[in-house]
């Protein structure tokens, strides 16, 4: 059965920092690209950030340069470490697991505001 299971969120200040993580048990990271989405009150879900299984990683114009995807595939662990935040980056964050099929978390909040 796979599972992914995000942590980390909170609230947070304009400005601050917040790493997320999202463990995930019944598949191999090596065999899928895994990635971060997200979702604000009131819009749909809209792609964050993913790294492939060889490395690479891609990011959305609007976190590029203060948002940053990485895994370790020893742990089965995804991060996504977010800087410099800002209000319109508060949403549920959601891990996605996807190959053939598509596998998400339940997400985790995320709040930016004073």
């Known amino acids: 059965q796979v599972q992914l299971v995000e942590a980390g969120g909170g609230l947070v200040q304009p400005g601050g920092s917040l790493k997320l993580s999202c463990a995930a048990s019944?598949?191999?990271?090596?065999?899928?690209?895994m990635g971060w989405y997200r979702q604000a009150p009131g819009k749909q879900r809209e792609f964050v950030a993913e790294?492939?299984?060889?490395?690479?990683?891609n990011h959305a114009d609007s976190v590029k340069g203060r948002f940053t995807i990485s895994s370790d595939a020893n742990k089965n662990t995804l991060y996504l470490e977010m800087d410099s935040l800002k209000p319109e980056d508060t949403a549920v964050y959601y891990c996605?697991?996807?190959?053939?099929?598509?596998?998400w978390g339940r997400g985790t909040q995320v709040t930016v505001a004073t």
């Open positions: 996605n697991a996807r190959a053939v099929v598509s596998y």
């Open positions: 790294i492939h299984n060889v490395g690479t990683t």
């Open positions: 019944g598949i191999s990271f090596r065999m899928y690209t």
